[in-house]
Structure formats: C-alpha cells, structure tokens
C-alpha cells in the first residue's frame, strides 16, 4: 500500500499565497503521474493539476497562470504552489498519485480558504 500525507492547507486572504505538499511512502514501486483535485460544497471533485515522472504539467483553466505544480522524484512528493488566491478556489484539496504497479491512491484532503 501507499500512504500520502498532506500538509499546507490553510486560510488565507483573497491574493494570498499557499503550498501544498504530498509525500507519498510505503511499497511504492514506481510512481508516474502526481496531482491535485479539489471539491468545493456542493460540487463534483475536479483536476487542478497533473504531472508526469518526466515532469510534462496539466492545469485546469482557471488556475493557469496562478498555480504551479512541481514535484521531487527522489523524496516522492508533489507540490502545488498557489499564488493569487481567489475565494472560488476554497476547497478541499487532494493529492493523487498513481503507482505503475499498485494503482492510484488519494490522500486524506486538506482544507484551503480563501476569505476576507
């Protein structure tokens, strides 16, 4: 199995700044594509940002420009640096990563809240 613990949510104000991280341990074999989702209240969960072992990046239109993804392949972790924050991007944010061989996990969520 693999673990994925995340940290860095929070409350912030509307232009403020956040950084997720997602550390994934346990039997990892190989892991490829890293990512973020969020759902908000009342909404369907929805890709924020994607990246590939060789680095290649996806964003949802409407975090392009104010997200970056990145992630370190030797510590097994991906981040999302959240720059201009706006309060439609309060939500529950969530890592996902899929394993070659075991198949794709969620972490646990963390909160992010964007409000004056």
């Known amino acids: 199995q693999v673990q994925l613990v995340e940290s860095g949510g929070g409350l912030v104000q509307p232009g403020g700044s956040l950084r997720l991280s997602c550390a994934a341990s346990?039997?990892?074999?190989?892991?490829?594509?890293m990512g973020w989702h969020r759902q908000a209240p009342g909404k369907q969960r929805g890709l924020v940002s994607s990246?590939?072992?060789?680095?290649?990046?996806n964003y949802a239109d409407s975090v392009k420009g104010r997200f970056t993804i990145s992630r370190d392949n030797a510590k097994n972790t991906v981040y999302l640096q959240m720059n201009s924050l706006k309060p439609e991007d309060t939500a529950v944010y969530y890592c996902?990563?899929?394993?070659?061989?075991?198949?794709?996990?969620w972490g646990q969520g963390t909160q992010v809240t964007v409000t004056s």
């Open positions: 346990g039997s990892i074999f190989s892991i490829a594509a």
């Open positions: 996902n990563v899929n394993d070659r061989v075991l198949g794709s996990f």
């Open positions: 990246i590939s072992r060789g680095g290649s990046t």
